[in-house]
């Protein structure tokens, strides 16, 4: 049995906050047009029961800021999760890096929230599993793990998302093989993401959100 908890955001506001965060899912490529139908139909079908989402296609940053606002608290919690969600594979690319700083401008977020990632996340199959970021980096990703850090929970359905797409282990490291061949190496996300406390600790309120706060068995996302 769950607790009645009000959102502080509309239907609308959720419908395209969801749309949005499936829009960074895959905006590198990483899944068909039949795994988006299938993402999409989870998001609908379990983690935001009762909420339609009238378009499975992706959403333009205008679009996203004629619902959510410029400027406004909605705008900067739904860039939060955005970064969380490009960055949960440990991978950001530069198809991410375009979409999210176009998000920023769109939202009127400062775009050199960004500038870290750039430096410290990408490519990251190209470092050894004994890399550790520079200092350099670590005092560069500083303000935007900060910042990062500052996101609430405020909304079940946003909740879900976060829960069902971050890891809820750190990935095993892993080869890449072409013709029986090792071509490359990829540490764990663990080792690579200098953002990996942010994403543990974003999921960790999330399920702390559902259970105490709406009464959820969250057993589902553990």
């Known amino acids: 049995m769950t ?11 959720i419908t395209a906050w969801l749309r949005g965060l499936l829009t960074i899912a895959w905006a590198d490529g990483d ?3 039949q795994e988006q ?11 935001a029961p009762g909420l339609k989402l009238e378009s499975l296609d ?11 606002g410029t400027g ?72 935007l793990r900060e910042w990062l850090d500052g996101l609430e929970i405020e909304d079940p359905r946003v909740a879900r998302f976060l829960c069902k797409m971050i890891p809820s282990q750190c990935p095993f490291e892993r080869d890449i093989t ?7 190496h990829i540490p764990p996300l663990c080792k690579i993401n200098p953002l990996y406390e942010q994403l ?3 999921r ?4 702390s959100y559902l259970a105490d706060d709406c009464g959820e068995d969250v057993s589902p996302y553990i």
Do not use: W
């Open 3 to 13: 607790n009645a908890v009000k959102s502080l955001y509309s239907s609308e506001q």
């Open 31 to 33: 899944f068909d047009a």
């Open 37 to 47: 139908q299938l993402i999409a139909r989870i998001v609908e079908d379990e983690l």
């Open 58 to 68: 992706n959403i333009s940053p205008d679009e996203l800021a004629a619902v959510l």
């Open 72 to 143: 406004t608290p909605a705008a900067e919690n739904f860039l939060r999760t955005a970064v969380m969600i490009a960055i949960a594979d440990g991978m950001y690319t530069k198809s991410e890096d375009d979409l999210l700083h176009q998000l920023c401008k769109a939202l009127g977020e400062p775009e050199n929230i960004l500038e870290g990632l750039r430096h410290t996340l990408e490519h990251p199959e190209t470092r050894s599993a004994t890399t550790a970021p520079t200092k350099r980096q670590v005092d560069a990703i500083h303000p």
């Open 178 to 184: 072409l013709f029986k061949r090792k071509i490359v």
């Open 200 to 202: 543990v600790g974003l």
């Open 204 to 207: 960790f309120r999330a399920l």
